[in-house]
C-alpha cells in the first residue's frame, strides 16, 4: 500500500464547502429563528470563499489528484463558478420566501451546501466512483428537499416520485458502470477512453456489452438532465416542490448534469459518438417537440417552466450530439445561459409571491405591467430569452447550438429545431401578453425586499447584457473546453 | 437655346409651386397671375421656339439637361428633343392652356378652391409639355403618368361630390389599364434596345424589323408588333379608344375649363402625339397601323352615334371628342401621321372654343347643363353664340373652316390606304361625317335656337358672360377658322415636320396626295364636289328637320327604335359591362380571396388551426402524465429497452 498523501490543493474547495457545511449544522443549532440570518449569511460567505478558492486554482494543465479519481480542469473551474454563483442567487431569492413559510430551517441551507458539494464533486470526477459518489450526495439532498415542507401533500408526493424514480434511474446507471468497469477492467475515465478506443480499432466480442453499457449509462444522464421519455418526475417534482427548491433544482444541477455528460459520454465513451449520437438525436427531437407542445397546455407557471426546461434540454442535446468541440462549447454556453434564465424565471414567482399567495399560476401575471413596470420589463426579458428574441442572450445560445447542428450536416435537425421554438414562442409570449395587455385581478404592491429586487434586476439586466455581449461567455466557455 | 426649353417647361411649374404652396398667402388674385404669367412666358418662348425651328429651319435640338442615374450602362436623363412636331405641340398646349387660364378667372370666380385649381392646370401644363419635349422613353413615361395625375385630381375636383368622386377613380383604373400596356411596351424596347432614347432606338429599329420574340412557347410574334401594340394600348387608355373610352364622358364632371385643356384639347392628343412620334417603330408594324386603323375606326363612328342621344351639353362636346380621337387614330393607322397631327391640332383649337363656349352657357345658366332646359339662348349670349357656331362649323368640316382640311385630309388618307381593314375605315369615317354634322347641329339648335325651354327665374337674368370668358373664346375662334388654311398645304403635303415623322414610302399616302395637290382654293373646291361635305351638309339639314321644322320627330324616332335607342343611352353596355365583369369581378374576386384564401385558408387553417392544432394536440398529450408514479416507472424502463433494442437491430 502506498501511503504517500494525495494531493490535497486541487480539492480545496470542496474540503472547504464540506467543512463549512459541517461548521453551519453546527452553528444552526444554536440559533433561534430569530438568529437563523446567521446560517443564511454564513452560507453566503462559503459560497463566496468557495469561489474565491476555485478561481485561484492554477488551470493551466489538468490536474489528477486521489489516484486519478479527481481532476482539476478549467472546464471544472468554470462550471464550479457558475454553480456557486447562481446558489447564490438562489439563497438570496428564497431567504424571504423561506422566513414567510415556515421553511426558514437550518437545513435547507445544510442541505443545498450539500448539493453543491455534490456538484462540485460530480463536475470533477474523474472516475466512475467519483461520479456515483457526486451524482448521489446531490440527488439525496434534493430529494430531502424536495420534501423539506413534509406536511404538503403534494411536496411529499413530489419527493416520493423523485426518490423512487431517483433511485431507477440510479439503479440502472449504476448498472451502466459496472458493465463498463466489466468491459474495460477499468473504473479511470481516462483508462476506460483509451481501451475502447484500441477494441474498437480491433473488434473485440463484447462490443455488444459495451453498447449496452452506453444505453444504461445514457439513460441515467438523460434521467437527470430530463430528457424525454425520462422526464416524468419534472413537471411533478417542479410543481409539488416549495418555490424555492424548485429554483434550485431547476438551476444548478442542470450544470452538474452537463458535466456528467461530458464526462462521461464525451471524456469516456467519445469514441462511440457513432452509437449514442443516433439516440440523442431522437431523444432531442422528442424533448423540444413534448416540452414545448405540451407547455401550451399549462396554466401552472412552474409546470409550463418545467416543460420549457424539457424543450431547453433537447436543445441542449443539439450541440453535444454534434460530436465536435464548438458543439460541446455551444451546448456549455447554453447550459449555463438556461440556468440563468431559468433562475429568472422562478425568482419572479417568488418575487411575485408572499405570504399565503403563491404566484405561480399564470394569471397570478396579469396586468404585471400596471403593479411594476419595471419587473414586467424584467419577466420580458426573460420570455424573450427563453423563446430566443434576440438581442436578449437565449437567442446567442439557440444560435450557437444551432450553428453546431448545420456544421455537423444536420440541416433538416436545424430546421426542426427552429420550428419547435417557434411554437415554444408561443407560450413565452402569452406571459408577455397577460402582463402587458390584461387587467389585474391583484392590485397588491410587490411584496419582495431590497435585496431581492436588486438581484432579480440584476439577473434580468444580465441577460439582456449578455445578449448585447455574447462573445465573453462564448470565449470562456470555448477556451473552458479547449484551453 | 437649352435655357429657352428650360424657361418653357419650368415657368408653369414655377407658377403652380407658387399658387399650390404659398395660395393662402399671395390670394386669389396673386394665384391666377403668377400661374398665368407662367403660362404666357411659356407661351412666348414657344412661339420663338416655333419660328427658330419651323420659320427659319434651325436644326432641331436633341439632348440631354440632367442625368438623373446611370445603371448598368442604361442612361436614365431628362432630355429634350425640339424638332418642328414638338415646336407646334409645345405652341398648341400653351395657347390652349393660356386661353384655359384666362377664361378660368370667370369659370371659378366663386368657387372656394380657386388656388388649387390655378396651381393644378399650371401644374398639367408643365407636365404635359414635358411629355412632348421629351427625348426619351423614361422622360415621356413622367411626363405622361404626371397629366394623368392631374387629370385625375381635377376630375375629382369637386371631391365632395360623389359622382366626381367615382368618375376620377373611373379615370383612374382605366388608365392604369393602359398605363400596363405602356410601361410593359417600354419594358419590351429596354429589354431589346438597351436604352431608352428615342434617337438610339429609332437608329436600332430598322435593324431589329425583323426579330421575332416568343412570349408562350411555340407561337412567335414579330418584336415591332409587340412593342407598337403595347405602346398603342397606352395611347388607347390616355387618347380614350374604344374599348379603354369609358372614362371620358364621366370626365366631364370636372370643371369645364379642364374638360377644355385635358379632356379634349391636350392630354387625351397625348397618345395620338406618342404614335406620331414613334412613327419610325410604328411604320415597322403593318399588323399594328392596321390594329389602330381599326379601333380608330369603331371609336370614330360608335361614339359619335352615342352624341346624338346625349342629354347634357358637355356630354355631346365629350362624345365628339372621342369621335374625333377616333378619327386621328384612324389617321395614324393609315400612316397619315402629318394629318393626325393637323387634326391634333385644329381640334384643339375648335374643341377647347366649344368646350369653353358650352361652359360660357353653364355660366348663364347658373350650372345647368341639360340641354332640354335650354333654347333661343341666341339671342341672349351673342358673341357665345357666333363663338360656338364657328367651333361646330370647324368640327363638322364645313368647307373652309380648319376642321374641314384636316378631316379630309384624313378620309382621303385613308381612302389611299392599302392596308387590310382600310376598307371598313373609310365606311366608318364618311358615315362619322353625317354623324358628327347631326350631332353638332342638334346640340347648336336645341341651344340657341328653337324655343326657350329655360326656367322664368334664370330667363330674367341671362347675359353674356364677362370679358375673361368671351376673350378667349374669340381668341380660340380665330385658329379654328384660319389654322386649316394656313396650314392644310405645308403640313400635309410639305415637308413640314421634316425628320420628325417617319413614313415608309409604301405607305405614303399623303405624298400620292400632294401629287394632286393645287392648293388652298384647289383644296376647298375640289371638297365641294366629294361626298363627305355632302354628306355633312345631309347631317346639317337632318338636323334642321328634326330639331326646328319638326321638333315632334325625334320622339316618334324614338319610340320607333326603342331597342336601338335604349342600346345607345346604355353606351352599348360598356359601362355596364365595366361595372359587372371588371369591377364587380374583381370585387367578388377579392371577397373570394378574401374569404377563402385569407380567413378560411390563411387565418383559419394555417394561422389559427396550426395553432388551434397544436393547441388540442397539447391538450391531449398532457394526458400522458398521469401522475402515477408506476407509469413514469413504466416510461423509464420502456425508453430504455427500445434504447437497448435499436443497436441490436440497427447491427
Known sequence: MDFTLPNFAPAMPEI????????????????????????????????????????????????????????????????KLFIYLITFVVLVYSHNYLRTRQLYQGEYFVLILFAVLGMMVLVSAHS??????GLELLSLSLYTLVALRRDSVSASEAAMKYFVLGALASGILLYGLSMLYGVTGSLDIGNISSHISTSIATPAEHSIVLVFALVFVLVGILFKLGAVPFHMWVPDVYHGAPTSVTLFIGTAPKIAAFAMLMRLLVDGLGDLHSQWQTMIIIVAVLSMAAGNII????????????????????????????????????????????????????????????????????EDFKGLNQRSPWFAFMMLILMFSMAGVPPTVGFYAKLAVLQAVVEADLVWLAVLAVVFSVIGAYYYLRIIKLMYFDQPDDVAPLAAGFDMRLAMSANGLAILGLGLFPSGLLTLCARALNP | MEQVYLGIVLAPLFGAVLAGLFGRYIGRSGSHWVTIAGVAVSFALSLLVFKQIIIDGAAPFNGAIYTWMVSDGIKFEIGFLVDQLTALMIVVVTFVSLMVHIYTIGYMHDDPGYQRFFSYIALFTFSMLMLVMSNNFLQLFFGWEAVGLVSYLLIGFWFQRESAIYANLKAFLVNRVGDLGFLLGIAVILMHFNTLDYAQIFKMAPHLAHETVTFIPGYEWSLMTVICILLFIGAMGKSAQVPLHVWLPDSMEGPTPISALIHAATMVTAGIFMVARMSPLFELSETALSFMMLIGAVTALSMGLLGIVQNDIKRVVAYSTLSQLGYMTVALGASAYAGAIFHLMTHAFFKALLFLAAGSV??????????????????????????????????????????????????????????????????????????TALYSFRLLFLVFHGESRVDAHTRKHLHE????????????????????????????????????????????VLAHMGREYQGVMGF?????????????????????????????????????????????CNKYGFDDFNDTVFAGGGRRFGRLLWQV?????????????????????????????????YHYAFAIIIGLVLMLGWPLLSQ
Open chain 2, 362 to 435: 353653364i355660366i348663364a345658366l347658373h350650372h345647368e347643363q341639360d340641354i332640354r332646359k335650354m333654347g333661343a339662348l341666341k339671342n341672349h349670349l351673342p358673341i357665345t353664340y357666333w363663338t360656338f357656331l364657328i367651333g361646330t362649323l370647324a368640327l363638322i368640316g364645313f368647307p373652309g373652316f380648319s376642321g374641314f382640311f384636316s378631316k379630309d385630309a384624313i378620309i382621303e388618307a385613308v381612302y389611299e390606304s392599302t392596308l387590310p381593314g382600310a376598307g371598313m375605315a373609310y365606311a366608318a369615317v364618311m358615315i362619322g361625317v353625317f354623324v
Open chain 2, 465 to 508: 358672360s364677362p370679358w375673361v370668358v368671351t376673350v378667349p373664346l374669340i381668341a380660340l375662334a380665330i385658329p379654328s377658322v384660319i389654322m386649316g388654311a394656313i396650314h392644310a398645304g405645308p403640313m400635309l403635303f410639305h415637308d413640314f415636320f421634316g425628320k420628325a415623322i417617319f413614313v415608309l414610302p409604301q405607305h405614303d
Open chain 2, 524 to 568: 376647298v373646291l375640289h371638297g365641294l364636289i366629294e361626298p363627305p361635305v355632302w354628306l355633312a351638309f345631309a347631317g346639317i339639314a337632318t338636323a334642321w328637320w328634326c330639331y326646328i321644322k319638326h321638333p315632334e320627330i325625334p320622339a316618334v324616332v324614338m319610340s320607333r327604335c326603342a331597342t336601338l335607342y335604349r342600346i345607345l
Open chain 1, 16 to 79: 472547504f464547502v464540506l467543512s463549512m457545511a459541517c461548521i453551519i449544522l453546527i452553528v444552526d443549532l444554536f440559533l433561534t429563528e430569530h438568529t437563523r440570518v446567521v446560517t443564511y449569511l454564513l452560507s453566503l460567505i462559503t459560497l463566496i470563499a468557495a469561489a474565491v478558492l476555485t478561481a485561484n486554482l492554477d488551470t493551466a494543465e489538468p490536474v489528477l489528484t486521489f489516484s486519478g479519481t479527481f481532476i482539476n480542469d478549467s472546464m471544472a473551474v468554470v462550471l
Open chain 2, 597 to 629: 384564401g385569407d380567413v378560411t385558408v390563411v387565418d383559419g387553417v394555417m394561422v389559427n388551426g396550426t395553432a388551434r392544432g397544436i393547441g388540442w394536440f397539447s391538450s391531449v398529450v398532457r394526458h400522458v402524465q398521469t401522475g402515477y408514479l
Open chain 1, 128 to 133: 466512475l466512483l467519483t461520479i456515483y459518489l
Open chain 1, 295 to 362: 407547455a401550451i397546455a399549462q396554466t401552472n407557471l412552474k409546470r409550463m417552466l418545467a416543460y420549457s426546461t424539457i424543450a431547453h434540454v433537447g436543445f441542449l442535446l443539439l450541440g453535444i450530439l454534434s460530436g465536435t468541440l464548438n458543439g460541446y462549447a455551444s451546448s456549455m454556453f447554453y447550459v449555463i445561459v438556461y440556468a440563468l434564465m431559468s433562475l429568472g424565471g422562478f425568482g419572479m414567482i417568488i418575487l411575485l409571491s408572499r405570504a399565503g399567495f403563491e404566484a405561480d399560476r399564470l
